[in-house]
C-alpha cells in the first residue's frame, strides 16, 4: 500500500532553515510527481512545491519561492523540502503527497514553528 512518512520539522527561528524529507513507498517514485503541501491553523491547507518525476521541472507557491526548494532522489524514494529564510508565516503542518489512482494520499505530516 502506498505510505508517506515525513520528517524533519522543529522549532526554528525566524531566518533559520530546516530540510523536511517524505519517505515514500508502495508505488513506483520514479514515475510520479511529487507535492509538498502545508496547513497552517485555521486556514486551509495549501500546495507549497512539487517536482516532476524526473527532478527536472519544479513549481512554487509565490510566497515560498526563492526561499523553499524541493528536491527529489529516485534511488531512495525520498523528496525534500529544503526550507531556508523561515517566517513566522510558514508555521504549519507541512504534508507529503501524490495523486494515484483516482486517491489522494497523504503522510501524518511534521509541524513546522517558526518562532524567536
Known amino acids: 500500500q502506498v505510505q508517506l512518512v515525513e520528517s524533519g520539522g522543529g522549532l526554528v527561528q525566524p531566518g533559520g532553515s530546516l530540510r523536511l524529507s517524505c519517505a515514500a513507498s508502495?508505488?513506483?517514485?520514479?514515475?510520479?510527481?511529487m507535492y509538498w503541501y502545508r496547513q497552517a491553523p485555521g486556514k486551509e491547507r495549501e500546495e507549497v512545491a512539487t517536482?516532476?518525476?524526473?527532478?527536472?521541472?519544479?513549481n512554487y507557491v509565490a510566497s515560498v519561492k526563492g526561499r523553499f526548494t524541493i528536491s527529489r532522489d529516485n534511488a531512495k524514494n525520498l523528496v525534500y523540502l529544503q526550507m531556508n529564510s523561515l517566517k513566522p508565516e510558514d508555521t504549519a503542518v507541512y504534508y507529503c503527497?501524490?495523486?494515484?489512482?483516482?486517491?489522494?494520499?497523504w503522510g501524518q505530516g511534521t509541524q513546522v514553528t517558526v518562532s524567536s
Open positions: 508502495g508505488f513506483t517514485f520514479s514515475r510520479y510527481r
Open positions: 503527497n501524490i495523486p494515484l489512482g483516482g486517491a489522494d494520499y
Open positions: 517536482i516532476d518525476s524526473s527532478g527536472g521541472r519544479t
